[in-house]
């Protein structure tokens, strides 16, 4: 059955790193755009990285420069390197598998569940 399995989130100081890990199971991982989304406490919530077959397509404005995503095909497994967090970086993170959203892109909002053909469960990240 798919799977979508997050791992790598945590408590760090501000300034620090994480990497989040996405392994997918289940389904050709190449057949889809992979997504990392985030939801923060009060319920903000922002889509936060996008990376199809041929590399990365979207990055936040509020992370540009700081976070990179990338996949390894040969692993099914999508990465978020997460440098010199904030703690409005402060989240549980999702990743998502699904079709490139362009309308999502810029919006402090969130797709909703239906809009991406799967979910993981989520990761913890508090930066303070």
């Known amino acids: 059955h798919v799977q979508l399995v997050e791992s790598g989130g945590g408590s760090v100081q501000p300034g620090g790193s994480l990497r989040l890990s996405c392994a997918a199971s289940?389904?050709?991982?190449?057949?889809?755009?992979m997504n990392w989304v985030r939801q923060a406490p009060g319920n903000d919530c922002e889509l936060v990285s996008t990376?199809?077959?041929?590399?990365?397509?979207y990055t936040a404005d509020s992370v540009k420069g700081r976070f990179s995503i990338s996949h390894d095909n040969t692993r099914n497994t999508m990465y978020l390197q997460m440098n010199r967090l904030k703690p409005e970086d402060t989240a549980v993170y999702y990743c998502?598998?699904?079709?490139?959203?362009?309308?999502?892109?810029?919006?402090?909002?969130?797709?909703?569940?239906?809009?991406?053909?799967?979910w993981g469960q989520g990761t913890q990240v508090t930066v303070s």
């Open positions: 289940g389904f050709t991982f190449s057949d889809y755009s």
């Open positions: 998502a598998a699904g079709s490139i959203l362009p309308r999502w892109w810029g919006q402090r909002q969130c797709p909703s569940f239906d809009e991406y053909a799967y």
């Open positions: 990376i199809a077959s041929e590399g990365p397509v």
